[in-house]
């Protein structure tokens, strides 16, 4: 059976497979086509609007109020969260950790809450995937909690998301656990990033990916262009834990454009091209937009694979702004600012990679290479339970996305390593990932320290 990342890959992967093992069905299941057709625009503009309603979402606002303010917003979510966990027999766990902070931004202790809904995993369970977004908003003057900051698009965009990715991913049974995060204080900080990855790692979770969302419901940007069928992921290049011997090795041989959040964000591409209609991924090189940052960097700097995911185009005039009009010109973060059938898009892309690392095997572990001074490269890696198989890939050190691959079946006698005759190993980049036995398969991980999820 033929593999189906590219058009050119697909070719050269059916000729190398000719004569070997026979790969999983690889066409992708059509469990993830169904989750996409499942999102609702409609759902989308309703939590938006209730967000919106809350007036401000600062996160020095008031919290007592059960209508204006963060306190209000979040007890919406919770509930929000409690109905969706209703209509699926008690799937969601939801809990509320949360920390008393003080800094240059929170001048008195406050109290910021992240509301999580917790979908276990049926067979995985200690595999974690989040998808994330930022509850709190904010105006021109940052310590200002008191006046409308709408955050229609930053970030209820986001927050909507995720709260769509519980509605519709809840009624499936899921292999690995989803965490639906909406985390609070990242205007002030990112103090609500930093407590999910406290929290996530007192619990022990085996975090495998972040899709943090923010802002990505705008298809008209301030530089001019309207694009509704394009998205940005960012991703880092290196390891933001990574040690100075291990960077030494990655300066020598490679690397600096592999780390699994990197592989992650390829996979994303590769989804979007292949699962959806008119949305593309452009994957951007960079942990965040330029000196900006956002609640996937607490996550990164815990060693977690984690992206930004954001719209296309940005529009200045409607981030971080009081709702006015100056010189004709108006600005604020309103509802009419965000195009609900783009957001729609972005919204699926997010819940197709959501099941589809649920559904496919852990990233492989101890992915080692070797063959330099021969003409051959040998790839090895960890074996794995229940799983059909693993392909090992490979792509030219200059290009963005994985190009040839080729299968090995966990029943071959030799199961954990693949030795490519006459692929020199100082040409090429290579990776491996695990395939179940229904087709999904994981993200591509690259040898060693830089690449290992
Ligand atoms: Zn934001």
């Not at 189906?4 to 890959?9: E, K, P």
């Amino acid at each position: 059976m033929c593999v189906w990342r590219s058009t050119v890959a697909a070719l050269l992967a059916c000729a190398f497979a000719a004569g070997g093992a026979a790969a999983p069905d690889s066409a992708d299941p059509p469990l993830l086509r169904e989750i996409a057709a499942t999102v609702d625009a409609n759902e989308l503009h309703a939590t938006i609007s209730r967000l919106v309603g809350f007036g401000t979402r600062h996160t020095l606002s008031d919290t007592r109020s059960d209508t204006r303010g963060i306190g209000a917003a979040r007890r919406w979510v919770q509930a929000r969260f409690g109905t969706i966990a209703r209509d699926c027999g008690q799937c969601l766990d939801i809990v509320t950790p949360s920390q008393v902070v003080t800094g240059p931004r929170v001048p008195q202790p406050t109290d910021v809450v992240n509301v999580l809904a917790i979908q276990r995993g049926m067979t995985d369970p200690q595999r974690v995937i989040l998808i994330t977004a930022h509850l709190d908003s904010r105006v021109s003057d940052i310590m200002d909690s008191t006046r409308d900051a709408p955050g229609a698009n930053d970030d209820g965009s986001g927050v909507a998301a995720v709260i769509e990715a519980a509605r519709v991913l809840s009624k499936h049974k899921l292999r690995a656990t989803l965490v639906y995060g909406v985390l609070s204080g990242e205007e002030q900080g990112l103090y609500g990033g930093k407590l999910l990855a406290d929290y996530a790692r007192a619990q022990g979770w085996q975090v495998e990916a972040d899709l943090n969302n923010d802002i990505v419901g705008n298809s008209n940007g301030a530089d001019g262009v309207h694009d509704n069928s394009t998205v940005r992921v960012f991703s880092e290049g290196t390891k933001a834990l990574e040690t100075p011997a291990q960077a030494n090795r990655r300066r020598y041989n490679g690397g600096e454009v592999d780390s699994p959040s990197r592989n992650l964000a390829r996979f994303i591409a590769g989804l979007a091209e292949r699962t959806l209609a008119n949305l593309r991924v452009r994957l951007v090189y960079r942990t965040d937009r330029y000196g900006r940052g956002g609640d996937q960097v607490p996550l990164l700097e815990a060693g977690f694979p984690a992206v930004r995911v954001t719209e296309a185009h940005e529009d200045y005039t409607r981030q971080h702004q009081d709702v006015r009009v100056e010189n004709g010109i108006r600005y604020g973060d309103t509802m009419d600012g965000v195009d609900f059938a783009y957001l729609a898009q972005v919204t699926r892309l997010n819940l197709v990679t959501l099941a589809a690392l649920a559904q496919a095997p852990a990233p492989p572990k101890g992915v080692t290479i070797e063959g330099a001074v021969t003409p051959h490269t040998t790839l090895k890696w960890q074996p794995q339970a229940g799983v059909a198989g693993y392909r090992v890939w490979w792509r030219d050190t200059t290009a963005p996305q994985w190009q040839h691959s080729r299968y090995v079946d966990a029943a071959a006698a030799q199961p954990n390593q693949l030795t490519l005759a006459n692929i020199v190993i100082d040409d090429w980049f290579f990776g491996v990932s695990a395939v179940a036995p229904d087709g999904h398969e994981s993200p591509v991980v690259f040898p060693g320290d830089a690449g290992s999820f």
